[in-house]
Structure formats: C-alpha cells, structure tokens
C-alpha cells in the first residue's frame, strides 16, 4: 500500500459528505447506522437505526429504529419504533410502536401501539392500543385484537369514524376501548 498524500480532519469531513451526497443522488442503499440524504426523486433505503430524508416524491424505506421524513408525494415504510413525518399526500406505514405523522389526504397506518397524526381528509388506520388524530374529514379505523383460546391473535372490535368536527373532532387524540373512540391525553 503506498501513501499517495495525507488528509486532515477538514478534508476526512468533505469526502464523507460528498460520498454520502453521490449515494444519495444515485438512490443506492445505506448499511446499518446509515445517514441517507436525497434530492427529488430519490429512492433510498437505511438498515437498522438510519435517519433518511427525503424531498419531493421520494420512496424512503427504513429498518428499526430508523427515522424516516419525506417531502409531498413520499412513500414511507419504517419498521417497529419508527419515526415517519410525510407531506402533504404521503403513504406511511410504520410498525409496533411506530410515529406517524402525515399531511393534507396523507394515509397512516400503524402497528400496535403507534401514534398516528394525520392532516384534513386523511385515511388513518391503526391497531391495538393505538392513539390516533386526524384533521377534518378524516376518517380513523382503529381495531382491537387478542388471542384466542388455539393462541390465534384475532380481532374483536373494529370501528371507523369520519371526523366531522363535531362528534370526532379535528386534531383530538382518540383510541379504541371496548369497542367504541374514546378520547385520550398524550
């Protein structure tokens, strides 16, 4: 191996935001504790424990752990623990005890125990011990399951609500208990 020059901290630093920058660009893959950062159009995908940003139309998909923020038009899957912010029209899905918050006719949906938080006229789906929030003319699916007697994890109560203002309202914490939308402090 022959030492060609040397570089100090300054140039260590600028190499690595180049390379990070050149692999964002070209939407390749990130390992574990990856750092993505993309341009419109992006495509980018982090292992476990990434933080992923994307801009307009971007589809960001990120292990556990990983936080994931998408600009309008953005797709995002993160896994269990996940934290997803989406624009305006974005499709976010998170897993056990994920994050979710999306904009104006966003679509949500979480595993047990998320947290889902969606602007007016979204679609927000979410299942056991969930909290979820939506902006006006929402409509909130929540689901209740346990297990059966064979160790089957099935549902037992489901209920859809539109928020109208009135009876649901806007940006309201609810959750599901015994089968009807009750309201809850966060």
């Known amino acids: ?10 140039g260590l630093v600028k190499a690595q935001i180049e390379y990070t920058r050149k692999k964002a660009e070209t939407g390749t893959a990130g ?12 495509n980018l995908v982090g292992g476990n424990c990434s933080n992923l940003v994307g801009s307009n139309g971007s589809n960001l ?10 600009s309008n038009g953005s797709n995002l899957v993160g896994g269990n623990w ?15 005890k994920s994050n979710l918050m999306g904009g104006y006719k966003s ?18 789906i979410g299942r056991n011990g969930c909290n979820v929030k939506g902006g006006l003319h929402s409509v909130i699916v929540l ?27 806007a940006d309201t914490w609810y959750k599901l208990k015994n ?3 009750v309201e809850v402090d966060t």
């Open 61 to 70: 998909v990120g292990s556990n752990g990983s936080n994931l923020v998408g």
């Open 107 to 124: 679509n949500l949906m979480g595993g047990n125990e998320s947290n889902l938080a969606g602007g007016n006229s979204s679609l927000i």
């Open 179 to 181: 089968g009807e939308l």
């Open 82 to 96: 996940s934290n997803l912010v989406g624009g305006n029209g974005s499709n976010l899905v998170g897993g056990y």
């Open 143 to 169: 689901t209740e399951w346990k297990y059966d007697d064979n160790g089957n994890y099935v549902p037992i109560a489901v209920k859809a609500e539109i928020v109208d203002g009135v009876r649901i309202k």
């Open 31 to 42: 390992g574990d504790w990856s750092n993505l950062v993309g341009g419109n159009w992006s």
């Open 1 to 10: 191996m022959t030492l060609k020059s040397e570089i100090d901290f300054a």
